[in-house]
């Protein structure tokens, strides 16, 4: 990949998006995808999940992702974060300058007869957007992902984390016994067998019916990603396990799913999983769980552990 991007930058001379002769070609993801999109997910200028393999890998039904290599720079197509009845792109990534890349998108939407539009847009490309004068910048508040210090959720220390320090404390005296391992193929099957488990309680709604689905995809392919995980087990029995992925200096917390009937478990995996992820990335400072979807339910939970910003994203239409 080294080599690749120092045989492009021969090409950066040039000023005019008129002299691109390249053009895209989408295809679909597959897990063997994985490996050719992996180099490009660091070079994203962001904490945001969506340029991660698990915030990509989780929803490509859902927003029907395609995508491509050009000139040493990802380009995806999908749709807009709010309005999934309408094809958006993500923000090109890798080698090829900006408004290059911008140009290869708007050509591909003239010959498709698309609209040009960029959904879950995160603050750092904003101004760079701005530059090219789009019609229209709308935010998207339900998609907005929660950001946290990897160290204060890894201490719990201070007043504001006392509830949850509780917690964990509580689940601890319950369950002296308690042991949490990664996933692994020697406890993959009583992972599976408790997440199956979760079924049953499931809501009667479309998206909660994917996720579910999705995550039991990742369960039965979990070897090749390149995921870091961990599963609660109490008296030989999962209540509760985590999958995520390291990019760059961010935890990105995937899935979580727990019985709540072992009190102050969510909590303790929480925690446990944290201090997990610091002990393999010592330099980690951050975790993103994502966004709430609009959910009240999820935005306050997500509150409840007191991020310190929220990562705003935007639909941007030329």
């Known amino acids: 990949m080294d080599s690749d991007r120092g045989n492009y930058k021969s090409t950066q001379c040039l000023t005019s ?11 679909d993801f597959t897990i063997d995808s994985i490996s050719h999109i992996l180099p490009y997910l660091k070079d994203f200028e962001s904490n945001t999940c969506d340029f991660s ?6 929803w490509i039904d859902y ?29 090109p990534v890798g080698a090829m300058p900006f408004r290059q890349a911008i140009e290869l998108v708007r050509r591909y939407c003239e010959q498709n007869k698309l609209p040009m539009v960029f959904s879950a847009v995160p603050d750092a490309y904003l ?36 509830k949850k320090r509780n917690h964990v404390n509580k689940f601890n005296s319950l369950y002296p016994q308690a042991i949490v391992e990664p996933i692994t193929y020697k406890n993959i099957a009583t992972v599976k067998e408790f997440y199956k488990s979760l079924e049953a309680g499931l809501k009667d709604d479309p998206m909660a019916q994917y996720e579910y689905r999705q995550v039991g995809r990742i369960l039965s392919h979990i070897e090749s990603f390149n995921f870091i995980s961990m599963a609660l087990q109490v008296d ?5 396990f985590m999958i995520g992925e390291i990019i760059n200096d961010t935890l990105h917390a995937h899935i979580e799913k727990t019985n709540h009937e072992y009190d102050g478990a969510s909590e303790y995996i929480n925690n446990r999983f944290i201090n997990y992820a610091l002990s393999l990335y010592p330099a980690l400072l951050y975790e993103n769980r994502e966004d709430d979807a609009g959910d009240e339910g999820l935005r306050k939970s997500k509150l409840s552990y007191n991020p310190i910003t929220m990562l705003k994203k935007y639909n941007i239409i030329f």
């Open 236 to 240: 030989g029995k999962v209540v509760s």
């Open 53 to 58: 393999i698990g915030g990509i890998y989780m």
């Open 127 to 162: 101004e760079r957007f701005k530059s090219l004068s789009p019609r229209l910048i709308s935010d998207l508040p339900h998609w907005a992902d929660y950001l946290y210090s990897a160290q204060e959720l890894a201490t719990l220390s201070g007043k504001k984390f006392s």
């Open 63 to 91: 927003f029907k992702y395609k995508y491509c290599i050009v000139n040493d720079t990802l380009f995806i197509m999908g749709r807009e974060e709010d309005d999934t009845s309408k094809v958006a792109f993500s923000v």
């Open 17 to 27: 998006c008129q002299t691109i002769e390249e053009s895209l070609h989408f295809e």
